[in-house]
């Protein structure tokens, strides 16, 4: 059972493919390093992933990680680096600390600076 937060029932899960999950899952903004909080939403994320196996499910995940925004920009100028330097360091310790706690590498792990054309709607014409 899980909540479904659009009817705020419990619900038994049943995945629209049978056997396949696609789960996408935000990930952190790297402007700064995560701390332990930001972690728990990765963990749970984990479990949830983990549990779904264990139901039987095949999981394929994607982990988006937000690496151009206001926050990172002004980071970056703050700290006279580029922001891809600022954004690819932060994003390699996140992985590889989300990796020390146990957590599986998600399948895809895109970044948004490469991603937004595919997450911002199109307008219908």
């Not at 196996?53 to 394929?60: A, F, Q, W």
């Amino acid at each position: 059972m899980l909540l479904n937060s659009m009817t705020r029932k419990l619900e038994k899960f049943q995945p629209s493919e049978d056997g396949k999950v696609r789960m996408h899952t935000c990930g952190p903004s790297i402007y700064q390093l995560p701390h332990i909080g930001n972690y728990r939403t990765f963990l749970y994320e984990d479990i949830l992933h983990r549990y779904l196996e264990y139901l039987g499910c095949k999981i394929e995940r994607a982990l988006n990680i937000t690496d151009v925004e206001d926050k990172a920009i002004a980071e970056a100028e703050k700290k006279g680096t580029t922001l891809k330097e600022l954004t690819e360091r932060h994003a390699e310790i996140f992985l590889e600390e989300l990796k020390k706690l146990g957590a599986r590498t998600p399948t895809y792990i895109p970044r948004s600076s490469t991603s937004v054309d595919q997450a911002v709607p199109r307008t219908i014409k």
